[in-house]
């Protein structure tokens, strides 16, 4: 199902991972930037692209998860694939930081996406902060914490439940 994530993304270093995790292989300036620039650049994110799915992430290739070779100091050739952005909009610059919310289809990696947005700029970046907001008609604003769900009574926890049909896509059933 299509996602949706809000982030924050650092402008000027380039980790291994392509996020926070990552060691530092790259520094650089970051350039005097407008809102309006940098809102530029992102707008030639959406719509369909190629993305090559990062070194470090779940995706195997002979069996074995990329970032397992990734930790092994080894670097296989990925395929391409079709990914999506819907949107992908800055809500907050304060360099060398930029905050934003991406909306995108299944096996788009945002990591990848704010390292590709700090090559297009010039100075590279890597992804700070991630947080998924949306998975299909799920939103985090009518999720139910742990809280109210421990303190709900058996009826009010029932009225939460969503059926099994409503909540799985039809092609997966």
């Known amino acids: 199902m299509d996602k949706e994530y809000t982030g924050t993304l650092r402008l000027?270093?380039?980790?291994?991972?392509?996020?926070?995790?990552?060691?530092?292989?790259?520094?650089?300036?970051?350039?005097e930037l407008t809102e309006a620039q940098v809102r530029e650049q992102m707008q030639g994110f959406l719509g369909d692209q190629y993305q090559t799915p990062p070194m470090y992430s779940a995706k195997k290739v002979n069996g074995q998860p990329l970032y397992k070779l990734a930790r092994k100091g080894k670097t296989v050739p990925r395929e391409p694939r079709v990914i999506h952005i819907s949107h992908f909009e800055m809500t907050g610059m304060q360099l060398p930081e930029l905050s934003f919310v991406v909306g995108c289809s299944k096996g788009a990696y945002i990591r990848t996406i704010a390292h590709d947005l700090g090559a297009k700029i010039g100075c590279g970046a890597h992804l700070n902060v991630l947080r998924r907001t949306a998975v299909g008609k799920f939103r985090i604003e009518t999720a139910a914490t742990l809280e109210e769900l421990n303190?709900?009574?058996?009826?009010?926890?029932?009225?939460?439940?969503?059926?099994?049909?409503q909540a799985v896509p039809s092609h997966a059933l």
């Open 151 to 165: 303190e709900a009574s058996p009826t009010a926890l029932r009225k939460k439940l969503i059926p099994v049909l």
């Open 12 to 31: 000027g270093q380039v980790t291994d991972s392509q996020d926070a995790d990552g060691a530092v292989i790259e520094e650089q300036p970051v350039p």
